[in-house]
């Protein structure tokens, strides 16, 4: 049977030994004698003191002085307790580290000198408080994806949030630095929440600090001291990417209602100072003249070695204006765009033949062709039409194989007109055809003309405006035909005579007049046989009958 015989003073090391000078502590052990122990013999610690080595422990000293003989060892217990020892130390001086300690908190040890298997009467009273425990995430709101990242449009106000732990107290106060290695940004401290949470800095204004790599460093202190740190990476990135539109280029005219859009991209790839710019863009078709309104079409086009191209699907709308604008964004969030804007002409110039008139023969070998056509000039929904014509004349009923002549002319007020370059054939039939484009290769094309060339020489006479008059008188006129039966202009210059033959009185002289086609008038009496008319033309002799 042991008796132990103790008492807590809360008192200083030098207190605690003044207190056990003169103090008896009588212990009966077992066996065949007592133990009488003195303060001279089982003195209390001299120095004591307690001091936090982290958040979950604390390391407890002890130092005897000469003024007191030195123990075998000490023991701490938790303060108000004997049942277990918080730590043991071996020797006059040393330390023990009491371990499991929850992170913030103030704990209190009583410190016994021991003696064998005796314990001091007197002891001495030592606490610490532990520094809190260290924040568990640091992040960066709205910083991208995967990686913390700063951009453009946050870097004057960024915030970034630290997560603290189930230990942690409205005592603590949590710290964050942001640095790029030569600057550092350094807000004011704030206060934990009560257990887990969340404190978050709002409001960081981080434009001083360098493109590149950030450096987040978090971490609490109390009255402990300060936690172990938490330091996070970051990225600021403010450079968006530049992508730009090449085709069709800014005021451009197509004929084609599926252009090809093409253009350059950004191809940064993620490293320590920049975040990745996005593999593919995004182009928007508007219709008109800039970028704004509903959307026509939005297509994704893949970024390949630097280019990109898209072709609209379904087809756009000919005669119209559009802009497109591609935009192309980065991992942190920076987007830039380019537009270009362009017109689909899908229309061609109307163009016509109107002189020769078709079936017609020409007064001449070289015939003047006449037309209409197209004087567009360049709008925003279509492109200019050419000021050119191209008149191409055919052999024969069409207009095909290899023209005879080909000439061009100039349109004017929306007419145009050019004589054939070299006299065609007198009789023989030919096929006219006029084309004209747009600035965008739209080409119009005119009906085909099918004409004769002429005018034909005359080949006979014919009777015409032939009358009987009562009782035995008949009048008439007569007229130069070609081999078509079409009358025929007196071209020499001068009058035709010509004599009407097959009257009771004998012939009859009339003429032709120069420009005309038909002679004056005769008169004559009425016999049982026709009339029959020969006159002299250009040395031929031409004849006709009634």
Not at 106 to 125: F, G, H, K
Not at 163 to 187: E, K, W, Y
Not at 189 to 197: F, L, N, V, W
Not at 398 to 403: D, K, L, S, Y
Request: glycine share 10%; with cysteine.
């Amino acid at each position: 049977m042991r008796r132990r015989f103790y008492s807590v003073l809360a008192v200083t090391a030098a207190l605690a030994v003044a207190g056990a000078a003169s103090a008896l502590a009588f212990f009966t052990a077992t066996g065949t004698a007592s133990q009488l122990a003195t303060s001279t013999t089982l003195g209390a610690p001299i120095a004591a003191s307690a001091t936090a080595a982290s958040a979950t422990s604390i390391t407890i000293s002890v130092t005897s002085g000469p003024s007191a003989p030195a123990a075998t060892g000490y023991v701490a217990y938790p303060h108000g307790t004997t049942s277990t020892a918080a730590c043991t130390i071996s020797g006059a001086t040393g330390s023990c580290s009491v371990t499991g300690v929850t992170p913030g908190t103030t704990p209190s040890y009583d410190v016994y000198s021991t003696l064998s298997s005796w314990i001091s009467a007197a002891t001495a009273i030592v606490s610490a408080t532990t520094p809190p425990a260290a924040p568990t995430a640091v992040t960066v709101v709205g910083g991208g994806t995967g990686q913390a990242y700063i951009d453009a449009a946050n870097a004057s106000s960024v915030e970034i949030d630290v997560t603290l732990p189930a230990t942690s107290t409205a005592a603590d106060m949590v710290h964050l630095t942001v640095s790029d290695g030569t600057t550092t940004v350094t807000p004011s401290a704030k206060t934990a929440p009560s257990g887990a949470g969340t404190t978050a800095f709002t409001a960081l204004n981080l434009s001083s600090l360098h493109d590149g790599h950030l450096t987040v460093t978090a971490w609490s202190t109390n009255a402990g001291g300060s936690s172990t740190t938490l330091a996070v990476t970051a990225v600021k990135d403010t450079a968006a990417p530049a992508p730009t539109v090449t085709a069709p280029s800014n005021g451009a005219y197509l004929a084609s209602t599926t252009p090809t859009i093409s253009g350059a991209a950004g191809t940064q790839v993620a490293d320590a100072g920049h975040s990745a710019d996005a593999a593919t863009v995004t182009v928007t078709i508007y219709s008109g003249g800039t970028a704004t309104g509903p959307p026509v079409q939005t297509i994704s086009g893949n970024v390949t070695s630097g280019s990109w191209s898209v072709t609209p699907s379904p087809a756009l709308a000919g005669n119209a204006q559009y802009t497109a604008q591609v935009s192309q964004s980065d991992a942190a969030g920076n987007a830039a765009t380019a537009t270009t804007t362009f017109v689909i002409d899908s229309r061609a110039p109307s163009v016509t033949v109107t002189a020769p008139t078709a079936g017609s023969i020409t007064t001449s070998l070289t015939p003047t062709f006449t037309g209409t056509a197209g004087n567009q000039a360049a709008g925003t929904t279509q492109s200019a039409d050419s000021s050119t014509v191209t008149v191409k004349i055919y052999a024969g009923p069409n207009a095909t194989g290899t023209p005879v002549q080909t000439r061009t002319t100039t349109e004017t007020s929306g007419s145009w007109s050019v004589a054939a370059s070299s006299a065609l054939t007198a009789g023989s039939q030919y096929t006219v055809q006029a084309t004209q484009s747009d600035a965008v290769g739209n080409t119009g094309t005119s009906s085909a003309v099918t004409f004769t060339a002429g005018p034909l020489p005359p080949v006979a006479l014919a009777f015409v405006n032939l009358s009987g008059l009562p009782p035995v008188l008949s009048t008439g006129n007569v007229e130069m035909i070609n081999a078509l039966g079409q009358p025929v202009v007196n071209t020499t210059g001068s009058a035709i005579s010509v004599s009407v033959s097959g009257g009771l009185l004998g012939p009859v002289n009339v003429s032709i007049a120069n420009g005309q086609t038909v002679s004056t008038q005769f008169s004559a009496l009425l016999t049982l046989s026709s009339f029959s008319a020969t006159a002299t033309v250009n040395g031929q002799t031409l004849t006709g009958h009634s």
